[in-house]
Nanobody
């Protein structure tokens, strides 16, 4: 019933930027902490960023601090991930997720997941 749909993925060159968006339907969006995760081929899924229900608290993986920004709009039921200074190592499938608890980094704590969107960064 709760659905998350990502958009905004694509292919860019090193140093480029992308903005990913995720729209949530079928639930009370403002009650969810939201997170972004990514998984590259041959790698484990890793935490990227998370934001609390109100947007007052954010968490970032050390690999993306200073380059990525997570934000939410509770009036639109959306959460975005603004990515700048992209590197080839950022290439992965990016998924958004909803957590009925807190803005944590553990993927196991998230209740709902989107299908993911591909981000490719070429050298």
């Amino acid at each position: 019933q709760v659905q998350l749909v990502e958009s905004g993925g694509g292919s860019v060159q090193t140093g480029g930027s992308l903005r990913l968006s995720c729209v949530v339907s079928g639930g009370t969006f403002s009650s969810y902490a939201m997170g972004w995760f990514r998984q590259a081929p041959g790698s484990e899924r890793e935490f990227v960023a998370a934001i609390s229900q109100s947007g007052r608290l954010t968490n970032y993986a050390s690999s993306v601090k200073g380059r990525f920004t997570i934000a939410r709009d509770n009036a639109k039921n959306t959460v975005d991930l603004q990515m700048i200074g992209l590197k080839p190592e950022d290439t992965a499938v990016y998924s958004c997720a909803a957590n009925r608890g807190f803005a944590v980094s553990q993927s196991s704590q998230y209740d709902y997941w989107g299908q993911g969107t591909q981000v490719t960064v070429s050298s």
